[in-house]
């Protein structure tokens, strides 16, 4: 017999559900994980969950206090494990965890683990872009380039504080960098490589680095992207808006591009081979206090603006660990490959800082997972034994849709914990991914998170109950979720709604950058005494939870977050282009498509030029993933009479729904509708 929590987080309801009576919804197909892994599982069954669970929101202080004397303080916090105000009636919003305790995370990845005799352990795979090409560090020889290249920032006068841009592929030098930057307290802003000069230009402007680290180039399947060109072009930008770095620091990628082809600006540009292998390989730490800032990451919200979410050190340290450790039930013989680029959050907690700080091997690959042919995660898969594999249900669908001989003709024998991020994953790619690629053996962790959170909110913990195929499950320790109505009143039970979380957890972003009223504004003034996640969600009899994805103007492409009006930004700021209107459009491998409604200037034709035009605009704004999949000519936009686009009927309209346009009498001029739906095919 067993209990579940149904409301989360809700300890009365803690003993609604009796495993044992069998989970209430016979609806959904239920998945147990097996003995023999349960009962190896670090939480073995739904009793110590709950048991851990309780503890977890009952104090929160006990328990996150207990978890962070596993790593090391250089001195202990103060008086209050944390202190919050998650309520803007009462004040400003506050989030401080182990306040006034001093640490670094760089030194728990490393060092920590290197006294505890782990040094000849593999830290980092890597491997390559091509098959064959690969390489290996183990903890201390990660430790030995991780403080080079430290030195090298001290040595240029990076302190602690400044901030540093990171624009780097998936190469081994990505964790270095982001290592070296906290282990001498700098902030890193890593920006995904497949972002626009523009954009990294915009980045700058916010963060203004005092270095930017960047290489020449990368092969990315069989396409060559000179990556250098892109970051002279936002350097140029930045000058331009009074923004210098004191250097450009470039790793020569020479597989991809030699020296000779990189342009150069003397005095501002430096290869890293040429300086940073001088300096000597041990660097001491820079003690920081537990809030005081880890990193920036931009990530798009319902304005054009990106949101520099700030996390900082202490209680982002404790989170990201404790939650790899649980929810990929980690053991110290594990080697663990999660597909995601450090761009994203993803990459920050589970390719970096989670698995380093549990001493873990982690297989880190450059290239695309399908390349050379759709079997080659497999391949990596059999090659390095891996044991955790995590990846995003866009992933899993493209490669279901290429057929499962490229996965059968794999071995995958040593895979044991299968994860997915990124968007709600569809119950048949659920399966798929659980019957060929896990052989029915593998539980398969669903976690549902955010840059926002840090880590894992919703995930299932593989040994401690049945999975449903499609749903994230249950709250991880100390998350409280809950569901609230249009009033932001709080739903028990079985129910749909908006997905709050009520309390803090160490791992929550403490601000927006330069901007803590737009921080207050879209997250915690919605549904006042709650964070507002922006997603929508559904809770069943059992209590699990089930995403139903974003509720606002953010649109989730191939597990890549998108602002609505970021694309029409860029659409608009094309010269033919007088009004733009951008939904997002069921899409089978993406999740969700970009479609945009088009308004040209006066007198300008349509054409298969200016489409292909508008696209490149906003691949040249944002970048190539944020590319529309659809431009659809639009003479006018539904509008209301007070001028507000009425989005409902555009996704109608896109997803062909046209009988459920609902009312149109309140538009300024209905006719628009019905020219629209004549262009749908033009
Ligand atoms: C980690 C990450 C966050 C948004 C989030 C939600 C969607 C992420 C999900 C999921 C359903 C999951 N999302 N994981 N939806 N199930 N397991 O992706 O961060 O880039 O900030 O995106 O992604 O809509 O709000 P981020």
Redesign the pocket.
């Known amino acids: 017999m067993a209990t579940f929590p149904s409301g989360a987080g809700n300890i009365s309801q803690l003993n609604a559900v009796i495993l044992g009576d069998a989970l209430a919804s016979e609806e959904f197909d239920l998945i147990f994980p097996s003995h023999e892994f349960s009962s190896q599982a670090l939480v073995s069954s739904p009793q110590k969950y709950l048991e851990m669970y309780k503890r977890s929101v009952e104090d929160p202080a006990g328990f996150w206090s207990d978890i962070a004397c596993e790593f090391y303080w250089k001195e202990k916090w103060g008086h209050k494990v944390f202190d919050e105000n998650l309520d803007v009636r009462k004040g400003p919003i506050k989030i401080q965890w182990f306040k006034g305790g001093v640490t670094n995370i760089c030194y728990n990845c490393l060092d920590r683990n290197i006294e505890s005799g782990n040094g000849d352990k593999v830290a980092i795979y890597w491997e390559g872009n091509e098959p064959g090409v690969d390489g290996v560090l183990t903890y201390n020889q990660l430790l030995q380039k991780v403080c080079q290249l430290a030195n090298y920032l001290k040595d240029n006068g990076v302190e602690k504080g400044n901030a540093v841009l990171i624009y780097l592929p998936m190469l081994m030098e990505l964790p270095i960098a982001m290592l070296a930057c906290a282990r001498i307290g700098a902030v890193h802003s890593v920006v995904f490589a497949g972002f626009s000069a523009e954009s990294v230009a915009q980045r700058i402007i916010d963060c203004r680095p005092k270095i930017v680290i960047t290489c020449n180039a990368v092969t990315r399947g069989s396409k060559i992207i000179n990556l250098k060109d892109i970051v002279n072009a936002a350097l140029d930008e930045a000058s331009h808006n009074g923004i210098t770095v004191d250097a450009c620091l470039t790793f020569e990628n020479e597989s991809a591009m030699t020296r000779k082809d990189t342009k150069w600006q003397v005095g501002r540009d430096v290869w890293w081979q040429d300086v940073v292998p001088k300096y000597p390989q041990v660097c001491d730490v820079v003690w920081v206090d537990a809030e005081d800032p880890l990193f920036l990451l931009y990530?798009s919200g319902s304005t054009g603006k990106p949101k520099g979410v700030l996390h900082t050190t202490g209680g982002y340290m404790i989170y990201s660990a404790t939650t790899f450790k649980y929810a990929f039930d980690y053991k110290q013989s594990d080697i663990y490959w999660c597909t995601a680029d450090c761009g994203?959050?993803?990459g920050h907690s589970y390719v970096t800082y989670g698995p380093l700080l549990n001493g873990a091997t982690v297989v880190v690959y450059e290239g695309a997972p399908n390349y050379p042919d759709p079997g080659r995660s497999w391949a990596i898969v059999d090659k390095y034994k891996v044991t955790l594999f995590y990846t995003a249900p866009t992933l899993v669908r493209s490669l279901m849709r290429d057929g499962d001989e490229h996965v059968t003709r794999y071995s995958r024998k040593s895979l044991r914990v299968l994860g997915?991020?990124?968007?709600?994953?569809n119950p048949s790619a659920w399966r798929w991914y659980f019957n060929v690629v896990g052989d029915s053996r593998c539980p398969i962790s669903?976690?549902?998170?955010?840059?926002?959170t840090g880590g894992f909110m919703?995930t299932p913990l593989p040994g401690a109950w049945p999975q449903k195929p499609g749903s994230?499950t249950l709250p991880f320790f100390g998350v409280q979720p809950v569901i609230v109505d249009e009033k932001g009143i709080e739903i028990e039970g079985e129910c749909s709604g908006y997905l709050c979380i009520k309390g803090s957890w160490p791992g929550a972003f403490r601000t927006l950058y330069g901007d803590h009223d737009r921080y207050e504004t879209t997250y915690f003034k919605p549904f006042p005494g709650y964070y507002f996640?922006?997603?929508g969600c559904s809770r069943d009899k059992d209590g699990y939870h089930w995403?139903t994805?974003?509720v606002d103007d953010?649109i989730?492409v191939s597990?890549?977050?998108i602002g609505t009006a970021e694309v029409e930004s860029a659409l608009v700021s094309h010269p033919q282009c007088a009004e733009a209107a951008v939904v997002g459009v069921e899409h089978e491998v993406k999740g969700q498509g970009i479609y945009a409604f088009v308004t040209l200037i006066d007198g300008v034709p349509y054409s298969e030029e200016l489409r292909k035009s508008l696209i490149l605009a906003v691949r040249k704004q944002i970048g190539a993933f944020a590319a529309p999949d659809k431009i659809h000519w639009a003479p006018g936009l539904p509008k209301t009479r007070s001028g507000k686009i009425m989005r409902r009927i555009l996704r109608k309209i896109a997803s062909k729904q046209l009988d459920e346009l609902g009312d149109t009498s309140t538009l300024a001029d209905p006719c628009v509708v019905d020219q629209l739906i004549a262009l749908a095919d033009c």
């Not at 997915?420 to 994953?425: D, H, L, R, T």
């Not at 669903?446 to 926002?452: A, M, Y």
């Open positions: 990530t994203w959050i993803t997915s991020v990124g968007e709600p994953i669903d976690t549902w998170w955010q840059t926002e919703i994230a996640s922006g997603d995403l994805g974003r953010v989730n597990g890549h977050r």
